[in-house]
Nanobody, 123 residues
């Protein structure tokens, strides 16, 4: 099982940008599809973005399409989430996750999870 550690969260104003990173260790990173999920207080965890093991395929939730970009560096064993034009409704704990299946949106397909990083967007 790969271990994941997120970083890069923080408190920003609406319209700002943040870049989240997720460093992987303990496994062959390039074997895993990667995903970003988020969970706001009182809400279920929701899919944000996903990327295939090679980086050639990406998918996004409609709510972030055009504003967020997922990417990965298989040399650095890191996946990124560039978040632009942030909105207060983006406030949540953001988690990265790894899956040995094809890139997808279902949390149960991801076997490894990080501890999460808080993103707070003020209006």
């Amino acid at each position: 099982q790969v271990q994941l550690v997120e970083s890069g969260g923080g408190l920003v104003q609406a319209g700002a940008s943040l870049r989240l990173s997720c460093a992987a260790s303990g496994g062959t990173f390039s074997n895993y599809a990667m995903g970003w999920f988020r969970q706001a207080p009182g809400k279920e965890r929701e899919f944000v973005a996903g990327i295939s093991y090679s980086g050639s395929s990406t998918i996004y939730a409609d709510s972030v399409k055009g504003r967020f970009t997922i990417s990965r560096d298989n040399i650095k064993n890191t996946v990124y989430l560039q978040m632009n034009s942030l909105k207060p409704e983006d406030t949540a704990v953001y988690y990265c996750a790894a899956s040995l299946y094809r890139v997808g949106t279902i949390p149960t397909a991801f076997g490894s999870w990080g501890q999460g990083t808080q993103v707070t967007v003020s209006s």
